[in-house]
């Protein structure tokens, strides 16, 4: 495989249910950052990791958690989320120190009802 | 404050008509410039890049930028727009003080009339 692998595609949770949004990076990459996107607003930054340490958190609430294992894998854990929530997740990959160019991957759509 | 600005939320062109997006920033020295693509319900793709060198880029999918440095600008361009070109773009800036990491426009959306 090669880019960036997100999964699941889509999710639909309850606000009382966790679960874990994953994604993968094939291209070699040292740091991964989460993005979100809500309808009629613009891409907001959440987390970015470098070389698996976290090193920009943007006052995002604590029921969203994310987790870097090593610098090919991301995961966002959820736990009861709200409606507002509701949104396009996605992952990108990058190199370090260079020139800033983001690999994104297909996103994950989550609803919460 | 360093910023970049789509100033266009919504663009409607007839199929075959030509195209541009427009893109400022705001910085003191010359950035790197992007321009990504995102189809509905999809990621975002890069179409182009501009680092250094000729000002005029070329891209993917027949579109096409220019770097204006004197108006801090990075518009799109393509000659004939093709119904599949519909989607949301997005310019992007990584500022060189901010260790290259992108600031994103707000997206202009382009809708495509047969």
């Known amino acids: 495989e090669t880019g960036v692998t997100q999964t699941p595609r889509h999710l639909v949770m309850g606000m009382t249910n966790k679960k874990s949004l994953k994604c993968e990076q094939h291209?070699?990459?040292?740091?991964m950052y989460w993005y979100k996107q809500s309808a009629k607003k613009p891409l907001e930054l959440m987390f970015v990791?470098?070389?698996?340490?976290?090193?920009e958190n943007n006052s995002v609430p604590s029921r969203f958690s994310p987790e870097c294992p090593n610098s090919s894998h991301l995961f966002l854990h959820l736990h009861t989320l709200q409606p507002e929530d509701s949104a396009l997740y996605l992952c990108a990959s990058s190199q370090l120190r260079g020139t800033g160019e983001l690999f994104f991957g297909e996103g994950s759509r989550l609803t919460v009802l | 404050a360093q910023s970049v600005t789509q100033p266009d939320i919504h663009i409607t062109v007839s199929e075959g008509a030509s195209l541009e997006l427009r893109c400022n920033y705001s910085y003191g020295a010359t950035p790197y410039l992007f321009w990504y693509v995102q189809s509905p319900g999809q990621g975002l793709q890069l179409l182009l890049k501009?680092?250094?060198?000729?000002?005029l880029v070329q891209g993917i999918k027949g579109f096409e930028a220019e770097f204006k440095r004197s108006q801090s600008s990075f518009n799109l361009r393509k000659p004939s727009v093709h119904w599949s070109d519909a989607a949301e773009y997005f310019c992007a800036v990584a500022f060189n003080n901010a260790g290259n990491m992108l600031t994103f426009g707000g997206g202009t959306r382009l809708m495509v009339k047969p």
């Open positions: 501009y680092f250094s060198g000729d000002t």
């Open positions: 990791y470098n070389f698996k340490e976290q090193t």
């Open positions: 291209l070699g990459h040292n740091a």
